[in-house]
């Protein structure tokens, strides 16, 4: 139904090492019939090409009018934790990586109330893939709806983005932060979740310029 994208391209200045970019709000709302993405964004800066970043996201958003389904099957939040300017925020059902609740006549069938399943799409290059979160595997939505992605720079903007094609009824922004990896995130998640052969790799890679 709703998927997310982060894309990055164009030329800009490349991200101090160590530096962390202004956070960057997807919005999943959008006034028109049809299209093919919501929560379209990119970052300022280019990625330095071979050095690794971490990509936070945090926030929740719905893809439907709760409010048309009566009531809602899971855990569903009063109101997203960023709410869309200008339009009616109801209660939130889904964040970066989950759904959380659900149509009410889903209800039936517990194995479709809190599932994975949202899209959410970044190119750090010129292709669009859906990241893995790291750390240990989740079998819930995490309690702050935040969730960590290794990339690796390929000297361009990085870009995001999550599939949907009605996005008049959605509401909720993403918040999304962008910072050079440390060399205690090599330590802790190791060299080759930044696409890096191994963490000594990693460790050197911290330290490019730029």
């Given at each position: 139904?709703?998927?997310?994208v982060?894309?990055?391209?164009?030329?800009?200045?490349?991200?101090?090492?160590?530096?962390?970019e202004?956070p960057?709000?997807?919005?999943?709302?959008?006034?028109?019939?049809r299209?093919d993405?919501?929560?379209?964004?990119?970052?300022?800066?280019?990625?330095?090409?071979?050095?690794?970043?971490?990509?936070?996201?945090?926030?929740?958003?719905?893809?439907?009018?709760?409010?048309?389904?009566?009531?809602?099957?899971?855990?569903?939040?009063?109101?997203?934790?960023y709410p869309?300017?200008?339009?009616?925020?109801?209660?939130?059902?889904?964040?970066?990586?989950?759904?959380?609740a659900?149509?009410?006549?889903?209800?039936?069938?517990?194995?479709?109330i809190?599932?994975?399943?949202?899209?959410?799409?970044l190119?750090?290059?010129?292709?669009?893939?859906?990241?893995?979160?790291l750390?240990?595997?989740?079998?819930?939505?995490?309690?702050?709806?935040?969730?960590?992605?290794?990339?690796?720079?390929?000297?361009?903007?990085?870009?995001?983005?999550?599939?949907?094609?009605?996005?008049r009824?959605?509401?909720?922004?993403?918040?999304?932060?962008?910072?050079?990896?440390?060399v205690?995130d090599?330590?802790?998640?190791?060299?080759p979740?930044?696409?890096l052969?191994?963490?000594?790799?990693?460790?050197?890679?911290?330290?490019?310029?730029?």
């Amino acid at each position: 139904m709703v998927a997310l994208v982060l894309v990055l391209s164009y030329t800009a200045a490349a991200v101090p090492a160590g530096a962390v970019e202004k956070p960057i709000f997807l919005e999943t709302h959008r006034n028109q019939a049809r299209v093919d993405y919501v929560a379209r964004g990119a970052t300022k800066a280019r990625l330095t090409a071979g050095k690794p970043y971490v990509v936070s996201v945090r926030g929740t958003w719905s893809f439907f009018d709760t409010s048309a389904e009566g009531e809602l099957c899971g855990l569903p939040e009063r109101r997203p934790m960023y709410p869309s300017p200008g339009v009616r925020n109801r209660r939130a059902v889904a964040d970066a990586e989950w759904y959380f609740a659900q149509f009410a006549r889903r209800c039936g069938d517990p194995s479709k109330i809190i599932v994975p399943g949202i899209r959410f799409l970044l190119a750090p290059g010129d292709t669009y893939v859906n990241p893995v979160p790291l750390g240990p595997t989740l079998t819930r939505p995490s309690p702050s709806h935040t969730y960590r992605y290794a990339v690796l720079g390929e000297n361009r903007r990085m870009r995001f983005r999550i599939p949907d094609v009605q996005p008049r009824d959605n509401y909720g922004r993403l918040r999304v932060v962008v910072r050079a990896a440390t060399v205690a995130d090599c330590t802790r998640y190791g060299g080759p979740v930044f696409a890096l052969a191994d963490d000594a790799a990693c460790v050197a890679a911290t330290q490019l310029p730029g």
